[in-house]
């Protein structure tokens, strides 16, 4: 079976990639795809954030990335995928991802999506406390690959 794990990836975290790692166990592929959120204007261009996710998967044989500029349902059905992964850190997220789930499946009644908790050390983090932290000169290498530290320094410098 192959899973869909979208997201905007703004950048990458080590909670990101604490749910591929497992979703990567789970399914005969997974392929993880950069969306368009309407909500986010993002730091990094769809092309910086797919080689940012390339990079840190490298290690993972049935996981490939993506970049879609349409609907996530579309995006699934384009790479044959039964199911939607979705993290969930905190009970404030569920609301509003439990909307997304039932909207995508009004869109397509034949994808599930599963939510998979994440690991208890990153419920806290978000890409948008790394971006603020990375631009107020704080730590960041316990939440992000090193490669991601360079880029965000690259943007701040
Ligand atoms: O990492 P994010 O920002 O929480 O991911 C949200 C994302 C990109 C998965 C969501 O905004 C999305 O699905 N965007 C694609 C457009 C779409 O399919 N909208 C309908 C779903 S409600």
Redesign the pocket.
């Known amino acids: 079976m192959i899973a869909l794990y ?4 703004d950048p990458i975290t080590y909670g990101h990639l604490d749910i591929i790692e497992r979703a990567s166990l789970m399914f005969d592929e997974l392929v993880v795809a950069i ?6 204007q993002p730091t990094f261009d769809a092309v910086q954030r797919q080689q940012q996710i390339e990079l840190a998967i490298a290690h993972l044989t049935n996981t490939r990335v993506t970049h879609f500029p ?4 579309d995006c699934a059905r384009q790479h044959k995928a039964q199911v939607i992964i979705r993290g969930l850190r905190v009970l404030s997220d569920f609301e509003h991802e439990l ?2 789930a039932h ?2 499946k009004t ?1 397509a009644a034949e994808i599930e999506t599963i939510f998979l908790a994440t690991s208890n050390e990153y419920s806290f983090l978000s890409s948008s406390a790394v971006r603020e932290i990375a631009r107020l000169g704080g730590p960041i290498a316990h939440l992000v690959p090193t490669h991601v530290i360079t880029d965000l320094k690259a943007i701040w410098a």
Do not use: A, I, R, Y
């Not at 349409?70 to 349902?73: A, F, K, S």
């Open positions: 979208p997201g905007s990836f969306l368009n959120n309407p909500q986010k349409g609907l996530t349902v909307q997304m909207t995508n869109l």
